[in-house]
């Protein structure tokens, strides 16, 4: 036989089991292995080595301990491969650890047995074979043992059932081929015939390399390098043996015919010893033949090569290029070195690096092109390394620079040529010997990586910054974008095909009442018309098929709104879904305004009408009239006849009245103020009222006290008052009590209209004198009556209110100054009526909002309702107002919201004064510190001991007028604006300064004073805390 392949399946089995329990024990702790594994390798090995002992008959100890050696392991595989799959499939339930704890007592049971000679009672070999002889409880070992492996074989299944990923099922099968073909391989061990051979370890090492495949193949762990070369090694190892066990065989055998025993032992060894001394010998040996070939520049050249390895880490150009000159120039001992390479950015060649040419500047700077004759001649030689002469010429002849080059290293990358270095004449000999051309030629390869990944990654960082300027400008350009987007205060949409809104400005949520979240992504139709499909009349379609734009009328809201919108189609790259841009105008007031100016000019002809028809009829009625006082003259008085003279005078003189009265109401005549007395203008009112419309059923209340005139126009206050008693008489649907009250209060005349009818919806009350705003129905009125009056008693003035009676319907009160001396007159009022605290909260909207960017929101906040307020007015008119908070009326001051006052407040009683707001006109006068000083004295009168305020920073005045009274400043933020905080924790300057307490303080205090219009309490404190303050208490 040429081998006995009977020692040598265990031997490879024992091999590769010890191999994977080496590798299980360096991994482990690392990665996924278990001990478990480790055990299962462990048993699997001892049933290798002993079954190659035993199967290899060697001289020490005998076969039959062997065998039962072989046995301790074959008996324990089953139980350790059941128990690594548990690991392996992480099950943690309570049956799985039972069986295992009862398989490792069963596991020493059998050992004892085994030990006893229970299992195996003989073996050995006779006539050369190798027999053995089970024990009476061989059967019953056996199958305890390996009915563990019928446990494996059911976990795997259900596991594989449970699992649905195709991935783990073929992983998880794997272990189940080799469990069966172990299974089989252990049954042939119980026939004696077939169980000689190591049939039963063979099929165990295909279930181990079957679970270490799956292993591999699934990653469940990663491999090391050692186990790598442990497997090279083993390779090494048997492709060597059978190698010398051949020719062993073929010299002895053939050659001499002579046998040689104990050949493949032999083979084995020297297999051995050759791959253990294969790698130490070649390194040796390759040292001892470089040492003696380069001598002392050997340990230049290894750190050449090392370098040259180590090149491709390097990405920076420029520091490639120093690194390689200065490093080659310094192995080699040459005169000069420099090194070039192609810009893509200049489209030329140009030196990044030279060495010993530091005398020579205008080298360093020198650029090549494609076509200069240096780079002609390189690209054109295929070579490594160019060895000879290679000239270089630098600048403009005859003075051109001329350097003469030894050898010049071509740094391609495939065929591309990026660069080259030149390499100038040696210094210590004519040329480069073998070796240093052969490590030229591999440090020329490295760098030729090392220069496309720095080139490379130039153009990759030239490219990222482009990119990034590219994204700054197009984040600067989006910005631009967004905010003309959204500063365009017409709703504006851009929407696709599909009617999907991709993008909205904040005008369109503010008009259609819908945040961004409730527009993105929604269809036009649902979001901003509540419908359900395409509106009808829709251009869209139009417009993106014939790429121009359309328009179209559409209203909103239930018809509150009407836009005339514009479709403009946006242009997108082809296969991109089509764009297109939607633009609401708003035209509901020019529509209103077209109505209104029809109307207009309707009255308009009927006023000219009305002034020729009275032309006409005033001559037959003059007629009528003088006739029948002739005839009343000529009558008898007691006839019937001047009865009938008596009544036609006084009808004719009725119509008469009527054509004036309706003459001077068309008459367009510029408004001239003069004395009016209300009464005359309230009675033409009427009867202009009663001659218009049905009044039968309304009854009239008078209820005028004798007030002097006032000041303004007879024909627009007659205008204002036939408005009232119109819209009056209309509520009360013709049928009710209108009441008209004439009083004076103060330095003002109070004309009240009050009516039974159902009042004003307390939705509506506050925009009833917004122009065009009605609640009649389509054509009973324009909405404008009451903006007119509205606009007329401001203008003189005056102010108009709105409220619901109780117990009654609607009462309209117009305010008059009776003079200009009124009308300019400034005083302070406490916001104690619901009517001025309605004063100082449309401040705050008109200034703080309106001026200062506040957002509406933060306008009447909780903190705001307990307030204390004051409101300035000028004349019937509210021109400012301020705040003040105490402790007592809020849990914290509003502007620690913004800022922290802890540090500041230092357990004293502190107060805010807040939200001064003042017209623009009003701001050089008395109003802003009159509210400031009023204001004061307020937090003086309630205790406080320090006070703060917050300005914001662009008034520069009001900063100033407070630091004059004593206020610093402790800080600021931003809320919108930014915004000062003073504090004054003192009494003020003024108080201490007795000269300006004398000229300044009291007469200003006089003057403040006598122009409160306070309650009696509130007017007590500040009059109190004044003559503290002025030092009169």
Known sequence: MFIDIKPVIPAAAFVIYVLFAVFGVRRDGRDRIQWSFILYMTAMSIWGLGSFLMHANVPFMTPLFWNRFMVTGMLGGPITIYHSLIDFCETRKKRNTILLVVGYAVFGVLLYLNLTGA????????DGRFFYRLGSGAYIGYGLSYSYLMFTIVLLIRRIQRRTDATERRMLSLPIYGVVVMLIGALFNLYEPIGRYPIDLLASTVNAVLIFYAIYRYDLVHYSAVVVKAILYIILIVVSALLFYTIIWLAFHRLWQYPFHNAFPIALLLAIVGAVVHQPFRRGATALVERLYLGENLRYNQQLREFAESLTTIVELEKLGELTVGRIGETFNLRWILMFVYDYSLLEYRVISSYGLEDRPEVRSHTFSRNDDLIRYISSRSERIISGTVELSVGAHPNATRLVAGAALPLRFQTRLNGCILLGPLNDRDVFNQYEIETLE??????????????????????????QDLNTELKISRNKLEAFFDGITTPLAIQDINYNIVMANFAATRYFRRGYDQLIGRKCYEAFFGRDRPCLGCMAQDCLHAGIAFSTEMDARDGDITFLIHFYPVRVPDGNDRLFLEFFQDVTQQKELQRELIQSE????????????????????????GTAELMIDSLDPGSELHEYATDILRYSKNAADVVRDLTSYSRRERAELEEVDITEALESALKLAHRGMKLEKVKVRKEIENVPNVRGSVNELSQVFLNLIINAIQAMDGNGVLSIAVTGRGENTVVSVTDTGPGIDTRHIDRVFDPFFTTKDP???SGLGLSISHQIVTRLGGRIFARNDEGAGAVFEVWLPRNETSRSTVRFVNAASDPVREDTFFLQRKILVGEKGYLAETIRRDEDEAAFHIVAYKGLQPVGTVSCITPDMVARLPIEKNFPLRDFMEGKRCVEIDRLAVMHDERGN???????????????????????????????????????????????????????????????????????????VRPFMHRLLSRIELSEPVKTMILTAADIVTGRS
């Open 119 to 126: 299992l195996v009672e003989a073996a050995g070999f006779e």
């Open 602 to 625: 309707k009255l308009a002809g009927i006023g000219t009408l009305a002034s020729g028809m009275a032309h006409e009829i005033n001559n037959p009625l003059s007629g009528i009239s």
């Open 779 to 781: 054509g009973d009125g």
């Open 442 to 467: 591999s440090l020329s390869d490295q760098c030729a990586v090392a220069l496309e990944n720095a080139i490379s990654f130039e153009r990759l960082r030239s490219q990222q910054k482009r990119l």
């Open 926 to 1000: 008395i109003v802003p510190l009159g509210l400031m000083t009023l204001a004061y004295l307020y937090a003086r009168a309630n205790g406080a001991e320090r006070v703060f305020v917050d300005v914001f920073s662009d008034e520069k005045a009001l900063v100033g007028m407070y630091k004059k009274l004593g206020f610093r400043v402790i800080g600021s933020y931003e809320s919108p604006l930014p915004v000062v905080v003073l504090a004054l924790d003192h009494h003020t300057e003024y108080e201490d300064n007795s000269n300006r307490m004398e000229h300044f």
